[in-house]
């Protein structure tokens, strides 16, 4: 079975450049989570999404990162203009319920460096 | 502020014997609980999870214990073997959130 699938593995650009995360979730799960990895904060949720609808932008860290999910199978997530302080390892899950006996299923990461 | 809390950054225990991780929570109304392992370059596996009606879970090698009341769970690994090498991180949800609240994680070495 597929799990999630994202990409680029690694993203290396300049500061100011704008910067695409892309996310296939697993087919069938109707949940959708941004997270993102850092030595000082763990793991935080950026965002989430149920069925295409984001539910909880909180995490959010700035206007500069933004997400959509025009469909079942696809997520991005942006930030534009990136800074170096953005760099970290940003990974997307996806679930079939938010909480209960479905745990969330992660994707392997993009680990993005800003220059 | 960290609801959930992993104060131990690493661990180092001898093949064959017990692996003990720990994980505080502060929010009362967490009643999910999971344990995640990491290896580098990976994302995340869901390793074993526990609802708060339990105070135990068991899945071959891996236990999961809680306790509400302290507001504590563990995760023991019986017997450590060197492929659980990796970074452990507890989860948490609840009523109150439908977010799932990770701790800092547990680097923990079995070594031979």
């Known amino acids: 079975d597929a799990g999630v699938i994202q990409s680029p593995r690694h993203e290396v650009t300049e500061m100011g450049q704008e910067v695409t995360l892309r996310c296939k979730p697993i087919?069938?799960?109707?949940?959708l989570f941004w997270y993102r990895q850092t030595m000082m904060r763990g793991l935080e949720l950026l965002i989430y999404?149920?069925?295409?609808?984001?539910?909880?932008d909180s995490g959010m860290p700035e206007d500069r990162f933004s997400a959509k999910m025009p469909n079942a199978s696809f997520s991005t997530l942006k930030i534009q203009p990136s800074e170096p302080r953005d760099s970290a390892v940003y990974f997307c899950?996806?679930?079939?319920?938010?909480?209960?006996?479905?745990?969330?299923?992660f994707g392997d990461g993009t680990r993005l460096s800003i220059l | 502020d960290q609801q959930v809390k992993q104060n131990s950054p690493s661990l180092s225990v001898q093949e064959g014997r017990i692996s003990i991780l720990n994980c505080d929570y502060t929010?009362?109304?967490?009643?999910?609980f999971l344990w995640y392992k990491k290896y580098p370059a990976e994302g995340p596996t869901f390793l074993i999870s526990?609802?708060?009606?339990?105070d135990k879970n068991e899945d071959g090698r891996f236990t999961v214990f809680l306790n509400k009341s302290a507001k504590h769970l563990s995760l023991h690994i019986v017997p450590s073997q060197p492929g659980d090498s990796a970074v452990y991180f507890c989860?948490?949800?609840?009523?109150?959130?439908?977010?799932?609240?990770f701790g800092t994680g547990t680097r923990l070495q079995v070594f031979p």
């Open positions: 526990i609802s708060s009606i339990k």
């Open positions: 999404f149920n069925n295409n609808v984001p539910i909880d």
């Open positions: 929010n009362s109304m967490f009643d999910y």
């Open positions: 899950a996806s679930s079939l319920r938010v909480n209960g006996n479905q745990p969330q299923h």
């Open positions: 989860a948490a949800s609840g009523l109150d959130t439908d977010k799932l609240i």
């Open positions: 087919s069938g799960h109707d949940y």
